[in-house]
C-alpha cells in the first residue's frame, strides 16, 4: 500500500512540484492550499506524513502543526522560507518532526519523508505490541502496568491490573474465583 502524505503549501507551484515528485516516488499525495483546508483534510484521512508551509492563509503552519499534534503522532515535517533560527526551533517545540528550508533539494526532501515514516513505522511497531486495544475506549500498556480511558490514565492497584490483564489477554474467556484461573494467579489470590 502506498504512503500518504499532505501537503500544506499555498504557492500552487511549489505545491505541484512536491506532489509530482513524490508521486513519481511511489506516494499517494493529498493537496491543500490553506492552514484550514489542510487540518480539514488531516481529519478526514489517514496520513503517513505532514508536509506544512509556516505562511499559509486562515491559519498558520505553526498553528497548524499544534492542531495536529493535539489529535496525533503522525510525523510533521516543515518546509518553509522562513530560516530563523527562533522559527526552526519553534517549529521544532511545537512537535514537528524536522525542518527544512526553502529553496530545497527534491531528492533531499524525498530522503527526509523516507527517513520520517520508517522512523514513525518502527515506533508504531513497538507502540502496538506494548499496548493493546481493550473494547473502544481503553488502551491497556502491559509493559507500563497502566491502564487508559479514552487517553486518560485510570488509577489501579498492582493486583488490578494484572486481573485486568488476564481478562484482555484472554477475551471471551469465563473465569471462576480460582478453578479456572492459571495455577501461578490463583496462587497469588
Known sequence: MKPTILVVEDDYEIASIIRDHLQSKGFHVT????????????????????????????????????????????????????????????????????????PFSLHELTARVQAQIRKHSRYREKYKQKRMLFGTDYVVDHQANQLFFQNEEVSLTPKEFEILLLFVKNPNKMFAKKRNLPACVARRL
Open 31 to 102: 493537496v491543500a492550499t490553506t492552514g484550514i483546508e489542510g487540518f480539514q483534510d488531516f481529519e478526514r484521512g489517514l496520513f503517513d506524513l505532514v508536509i506544512v508551509d509556516i505562511m499559509l492563509p486562515e491559519l498558520s503552519g505553526f498553528e497548524l502543526c499544534q492542531r495536529i499534534r493535539l489529535k496525533s503522532q503522525v510525523p510533521l515535517l516543515i518546509l518553509s522560507a522562513k530560516m530563523s533560527n527562533d522559527d526552526k526551533v519553534r517549529g521544532l517545540n511545537i512537535g514537528a518532526d524536522d525542518y527544512m528550508t526553502k
